[in-house]
């Protein structure tokens, strides 16, 4: 296998799309919020990425293998043609993330995309009720349009700045040009997190624009709800009893 080996399993005419990148990270909320606009709209494989700089291994579904990969596909049926980059890794390596981010960009290029989103998460290190979206940019333009939406930019947050993909999207590809921003929806940082994937793409919702529904990914954050209960239970401890009192006084 070379370093990047790129099937092409469609190429279909696409007006100046929007790239949204929603690769494994904190909470997974960018991974979940990319997924989930694939369950919504009628997506369509166009690059299936391979590399050495994935994890060696296949993930197995019905008993069929797949070696690891990203894929980035193109939605056609929303207000604004998309193209979303998602999979089950990122790079293993430095080098490897700068190399995946220059090939995503290339397929970006490719398709004329003007504008490009990364989605991820930001962590708090507790539970959070009600999250924000913090955001970063590569114009003051940009910021100005986002802060329109409910968007925080914040002094030296996130703290170490933004690794992986998601950060080189908006490195690299303000080098080449593109104009980027990152949304990253406050998590705790130990839990996948629904909750705050839907405010992440309810904000991507009104500034690229385009309209989707939000019920399963409302079923998995009630779920994800219960054990948040759960954990805040154990961590308050077990209620006293009446005759714990009793003895206590």
Do not use: W
């Amino acid at each position: 296998m070379d370093e990047f080996d790129i099937d092409r399993p469609a190429d279909p005419e696409l007006d100046a799309p929007v790239l949204i990148e929603g690769l494994p990270g904190v909470g997974h909320v960018g991974k979940l919020a990319a997924e989930h606009l694939l369950e919504e709209f009628d997506a369509e494989l166009v690059r299936r990425i391979h590399s050495e700089h994935f994890p060696p291994q296949v993930t197995i579904e019905d008993g069929r293998t797949r070696l690891a990969c990203a894929e980035v596909y193109a939605i056609r049926d929303a207000e604004r043609d998309l193209l979303v980059l998602t999979g089950d890794h990122q790079a293993g390596d430095g080098p490897g993330h700068y190399r995946l981010t220059e090939a995503v960009l290339d397929v970006a290029a490719a398709f004329d995309v003007e504008r490009i989103y990364a989605l991820g998460g930001v962590p708090t290190g507790e539970l959070v009720d009600e999250p924000d979206v913090v955001g970063a940019a590569t114009t003051d333009e940009l910021i100005e349009e986002l802060e329109a939406v409910d968007v925080e930019f914040r002094e030296n947050e996130p703290a170490g700045g933004i690794v992986g993909v998601s950060g080189l999207l908006l490195g690299l590809g303000e080098r080449r040009g593109f104009e980027a921003a990152c949304l990253m929806g406050e998590t705790s940082g130990y839990l996948v997190d629904p909750k705050s994937a839907r405010v992440v793409l309810e904000v991507l919702e009104s500034a690229v624009p385009f309209e989707i529904g939000y019920d399963s990914l409302s079923e998995r954050a009630e779920e994800m709800e219960e054990v948040v209960k759960r954990i805040r239970q154990m961590e308050q401890g077990p209620t006293p009893t009446e005759e714990d009192l009793r003895y206590i006084g």
